[in-house]
C-alpha cells in the first residue's frame, strides 16, 4: 500500500521528535518516499543530518529560499506528496493549523497542500487537556484533518497520562489507512463500542457483558475500506483498532458527549452496549457494609444517544446505524427498537447465554431496515464487521468530488 507512496513529514518540537527518526526507516522499509520538513524548533531536537541521511534526501525547513521560491516551492512541497504527516504535532503546530496561520515553512505548506493531513499529536498531559487544545483538535477533525493518538503513559516531563505520541508503526498503520483508495475514502465515521461504566461509589459501578469486540472489528473493517473513523470507546476488553482516532469514555454521558463533539460525520455506527440506567447520585465514598441494612439506590435514565442523533435537524449523519441485543423475540423487538429510536438501521442479534455471542468471537445477526430483515449466517465478528461496512460502503456510495 505505501510502496511508491510520497509522505511529506512535517517533524514538529517536541521531545517526542526523536520518534520521527524511527518513523522515516519505517516508512522507507515499506517502500515509501518520505520528504522530511523540521520546525526551528524541531531541529533543537533531531539534526537535519540524521534526519536527511535516514530520509535519503534534503531536509526542509526555510520557507524563503531563494533558490527555490521562483518555483514557489512551498506551493510545490505542498502538492507533491499523497499525504502530510506532522508527528509530533505540538499544540504550537495544532494551534497554528486550527486558526490558519501559516508564519513559517511548516504551517505554510499545511495551509497551502490540497492533500490529506494526518497529525500525531504530541505534548503535555495538561496542555493536550487544555480546553483550547481541545478546540483546536475539533476544529482539524471538522476540516477533514485526520489524527492517530495521543496515547496515554509516562511523559518526559515526570507527569502521566494522555499526550504521548503515538509509536511509529501506529503510525505507519494510520499512514496506510489514510491511502487506502477503498470505496469509503473521504467518509468520516463515528463508531461507538464497548460497555459504559456507571458509578455506584468510588470503586464500585454498573456494567454489562460487552467486550468491544465486535465494535472494534468494525472500526478496523470501516477504516479498512478507507473511512476516517473517530473510535468512542467505553472500557472494553478488547483493543481499539489501529490508525483510527480513538476517544476513550467511562459513563453513557461522556460516551453522549464524545460522539456530539465528533459530528458532522457521513455516517454514525452505534455499537456499544451503553447502560440504559445510572445511579442518581453516586456516593462520594464507598459505601459500608453493614449487617443491619442493604443500601438503597435510587436510579435515572440515561442519555439515549441513538435516538438523539436519529432526532438531530442539522448535523444528522446520512446513515444512522443501530444495535439491538436481544434475549428474547429478537426480531419484533429490534424492529420496534428502529421505529422507537429513529434510526435508519438496526444490527439484531441474539445475546441470550446459550448463544455463547456476548463475550464470544461470534455472532448472527440480522440487518433490519427499510428493505426488511436480513439474516446473515453466524460467523466471526470480523467477517460480520467487513460486511456490515461494505453494506455501509454501498449505501453512502462515493464521495460526490
Given at each position: ?25 519505517r516508512l522507507r ?246 447502560a440504559d440506567w ?117 449505501a453512502l456510495g462515493?464521495?460526490?468530488?
Amino acid at each position: 500500500m505505501l510502496s511508491g507512496r510520497h509522505i511529506l513529514l512535517i517533524i514538529g518540537g517536541g521531545i517526542a521528535a526523536y520518534k520521527a527518526l524511527d518513523l522515516i526507516r519505517r516508512l522507507r522499509e515499506r517502500g515509501a518516499e518520505v520528504t522530511p520538513v523540521l520546525t526551528r524548533a524541531a531541529s533543537q531536537f533531531v539534526t537535519p543530518l540524521s534526519v536527511s541521511a535516514l530520509a535519503g534526501r534534503e531536509v526542509y525547513s526555510e520557507l524563503f529560499d531563494l533558490t527555490k521560491e521562483a518555483e514557489m516551492g512551498h506551493i510545490e512541497l505542498s502538492r507533491a506528496a499523497d499525504l502530510l504527516v506532522v508527528a509530533p504535532a505540538t499544540a504550537d503546530l495544532m494551534a497554528k493549523m486550527a486558526t490558519g496561520q501559516a508564519d513559517d515553512l511548516a504551517s505554510t505548506l499545511l495551509l497551502a497542500t490540497d492533500k490529506r493531513v494526518l497529525i500525531a499529536p504530541s505534548m503535555n498531559v495538561r496542555m493536550w487537556e487544555h480546553p483550547a487544545t481541545q478546540r483546536n483538535i475539533r476544529t482539524l477533525a471538522a476540516d477533514g484533518v485526520l489524527s492517530v493518538g495521543p496515547n496515554e503513559g509516562d511523559m518526559a516531563c515526570g507527569e502521566y497520562g494522555p499526550g504521548r505520541m503515538a509509536e511509529p508503526l501506529e503510525i505507519v498503520d494510520a499512514i496506510g489507512k489514510a491511502l487506502a483508495s477503498g470505496p469509503l475514502a473521504g467518509r468520516r465515521i463515528v463508531v461507538t463500542s464497548g460497555p459504559t461504566h456507571e458509578p455506584i461509589d468510588p470503586v464500585r459501578y454498573i456494567a454489562n457483558r460487552s467486550s468491544g469486540a465486535q465494535g472494534a472489528a468494525l472500526g478496523d473493517a470501516l477504516a479498512g475500506l478507507g473511512a476516517e473513523v473517530i473510535f468512542v470507546t467505553g472500557p472494553a476488553e478488547v483493543p481499539p483498532p489501529k490508525g483510527v482516532k480513538v476517544v476513550k469514555v467511562d459513563t453513557a454521558a461522556e460516551m453522549r458527549a464524545a460522539v456530539m463533539d465528533a459530528l458532522p460525520a457521513d455516517a454514525a455506527v452505534f455499537a456499544a452496549a451503553v447502560a440504559d440506567w445510572r445511579v442518581e447520585q453516586p456516593a462520594t465514598g464507598k459505601i459500608k457494609k453493614t449487617p443491619d441494612s442493604l443500601p438503597t439506590l435510587q436510579f435515572a435514565e440515561n442519555p439515549d444517544i441513538l435516538a438523539d442523533v436519529s432526532a438531530l435537524r442539522e448535523g444528522r449523519p446520512g446513515l444512522v446505524v443501530g444495535f439491538a441485543a436481544e434475549t428474547d423475540d429478537v426480531l419484533a423487538n429490534a424492529t420496534a427498537k428502529r421505529a422507537r429510536k429513529g434510526c435508519d438501521w438496526i444490527v439484531a442479534n441474539d445475546v441470550s447465554p446459550a448463544t455463547g455471542i456476548m463475550g464470544g468471537q461470534e455472532n448472527m445477526v440480522t440487518l433490519i431496515s427499510d428493505d426488511g430483515a436480513d439474516a446473515w449466517p453466524r460467523m466471526g465478528k470480523d467477517q460480520v464487521a467487513r460486511k456490515l461496512a461494505a453494506k455501509i460502503a454501498e449505501a453512502l456510495g462515493p464521495v460526490s468530488r
